[in-house]
């Protein structure tokens, strides 16, 4: 068995103040993960009691949790790009985890000294005074099904920018083909008719096929959505954002993948917020001033939302919503109005998903 190397401060053990929390004591550990060490910052009875590192290796971590496993240990660390394996473990001990995401760290201006050492100590303050605000840690199976959703996304990405290669490759040697609001196939059609010459066509052949891969893959990766969409976990959740207008079972099931439960946002807005449709604002005094929206939270939920609106606002779809579409539309120009109709819409599917999740707390969604 790998033994756990621990790296002590020598200071720390000459003065005594490594010595050993009373069992049932409340201990605060802040981790700074990176690829080659983790560095571990302890507090307990309001101070600073241990600082070490160890290798980056889950087996060194569970080794100096186990330590704690007789005080009331709450541990914290920054999402990184390691995944969830520690919180799993830690949250399988039934040790508080809290995963806390970078961008929600203040960080000091005109810091003149950033280390491990440093983030580790900020991090175990702040969790043992209560200021942390951790993000969601899906299950085990929910993560890797929603990794299907995020892979289809980009060889969609990819397929897109095989087409713009494409594209800009003929436009450099001369050659202006359909506008790209016609869609690809009028392009297809329009290049099966150049004559190129003997390099240029290779290169335009070489970038097809990559088209045709990414294509495939994300038909491919669509289809298992599909499947995942029909298991019993998940089916009552998405047949009730099927019932809405706009929302397809593709749609939905992305959506529940990725938000993972809707305990975590207490009203519709609070989601709305989530994925960025809330508009910024500034308000001081009489002034209140409404800005953009805020474009926070995952951008490719935020994008498939705006879709479902465009579904939605179409004629025989969702009569509400396509009459606020067109009241807003004059004023406010179609972008603008689609970007509201997709804030009520993410509202509306709150409502709709926690009357499924807790149907004696909610009214059926109209």
């Known amino acids: 068995m790998k033994k756990v190397r621990l790296i002590e401060v020598a200071k720390q053990e000459a003065s005594g103040r490594a010595e050993r929390p009373a069992p049932g004591s409340v ?30 290796e889950l087996c060194h971590l569970q080794g100096v949790v186990r330590q704690y496993q007789d005080c009331q240990l709450q541990v914290a660390y920054e999402a990184c790009g390691f995944g969830y394996e520690a919180a799993w473990w830690l949250q399988e001990q039934q040790v508080a985890v809290t995963v806390i995401a970078p961008s929600r ?16 100590g900020k991090l175990a303050r702040k969790l043992e005074k209560g200021e942390l605000k951790g993000i969601y840690i899906p299950p085990r199976t929910v993560h890797a099904d929603r990794q299907l959703g995020r892979t289809y996304t980009q060889c969609v990405r990819e397929r897109q920018r095989a087409q713009i290669r494409i594209r800009s490759l003929l436009q450099e040697h001369g050659r202006i083909g359909p506008e790209p609001t016609v869609g690809w196939r009028a392009y297809q059609t329009w290049l099966a008719a150049q004559d190129l010459p003997a390099p240029l066509r290779a290169c335009v052949h070489t970038h097809e ?43 939905a099931i992305r959506l529940v993948l990725e938000l993972g439960t809707v305990e975590r946002f207490s009203t519709g807005p609070a989601l709305a917020h989530y994925l960025g449709l809330t508009p910024s604002q500034y308000s001081s005094g009489e002034l209140d001033h409404r800005g953009r929206i805020l474009k926070c939270g995952p951008a490719a939920l935020r994008a498939l939302l705006l879709q479902c609106a465009w579904a939605a606002v179409r004629p025989g779809r969702d009569s509400a919503l396509r009459a606020k ?42």
């Not at 983790?38 to 241990?50: D, L, P």
């Not at 969409?229 to 207008?245: I, N, S």
């Open 209 to 251: 096929q990559l088209r045709t891969l990414a294509d495939q893959q994300a038909r491919y990766l669509r289809h298992e959505l599909m499947q995942v969409a029909g298991r019993a976990q998940y089916r009552a959740v998405v047949d009730a954002l099927c019932a809405q207008a706009g929302v397809g079972t593709f749609s």
């Open 105 to 120: 760290v203040e960080r000091v201006p005109g810091l003149g000294v950033k280390t491990d050492r440093v983030d580790a």
């Open 27 to 56: 201990v605060s550990m802040a981790i700074d993960v990176s690829r080659s060490k983790m560095v571990y910052c302890v507090r307990w009875n309001g101070a600073e009691q241990r600082r070490l590192s160890t290798p980056a």
């Open 325 to 366: 579409f067109e009241r807003l539309a004059p004023r406010r120009g179609r972008k603008r109005a689609i970007v509201a109709i997709a804030r009520q819409l993410a509202v509306q599917l709150h409502r709709r998903w926690a009357a499924v999740s807790h149907p004696s707390h909610c009214a059926p969604a109209s």
